[in-house]
Each structure stands twice: as structure tokens, then as C-alpha cells.
């Protein structure tokens, strides 16, 4: 049970309410989205957890890890996709 005062929430998390998030996988990320570095929740380095599941976004702004997806899914309700449609271009360029 994840309480409203974790210290997770402190981080800039409050735009992912109701989110509609891909997953993927660590490996995924770093060859992809290397400016995607941490989860957004807790920090833990995404080089460090290569083979875990990783939930992003669909504009790619953030990455979450497993544990916090699974902490905070009831508290954020997200959406969870397929993850077949993860646009990488998306953030080339940016
Ligand atoms: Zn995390």
C-alpha cells in the first residue's frame, strides 16, 4: 500500500494522472530514448535495470519502472497499451 506522502510523489509526477502508458523494456529505452536516464518515481537508474519492464508515456517525457508502476497504478489509474505503437521518432529532434 502506497501512502498519499511517498516520498515518490515528491518528483514531478502529478501529469501522469490517468496517463496512457506503454510498456517496454530497459534495453528498449536506453537504445531508443537515452535521454530517458531514471524512473521518474523513484529514481532507480534505467542502465541498471536493462531486462525489467519499463511503462513510458506516448509523448516519451518520462519512464516508470516496474516497482513504481505497480505502486502508484491504483493512485494514478493509468491506461496500459500494448506497447506495439511506441513511436521512438517521437522525441528525435527535440
Ligand atoms: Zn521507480
Not at 67 to 82: A, E, I, P, Q, V
Amino acid at each position: 500500500m502506497v501512502e498519499q506522502d511517498d516520498w515518490r510523489l515528491l518528483n514531478d509526477v502529478e501529469q501522469l494522472k490517468g496517463q496512457y502508458l506503454n510498456p517496454t523494456d530497459g534495453e528498449d529505452i536506453f537504445d531508443n530514448a537515452p535521454h530517458l536516464k531514471h524512473c521518474i518515481f523513484c529514481l532507480d537508474s534505467v542502465n541498471d535495470y536493462r531486462h525489467q519492464h519499463w511503462y513510458i508515456p506516448i509523448d516519451l517525457s518520462c519512464c516508470i519502472c516496474e516497482n513504481c508502476y505497480k505502486d502508484f497504478n491504483d493512485m494514478f489509474m493509468w491506461k496500459l497499451l500494448d506497447g506495439w505503437d511506441i513511436d521512438w521518432e517521437k522525441q528525435q529532434g527535440v
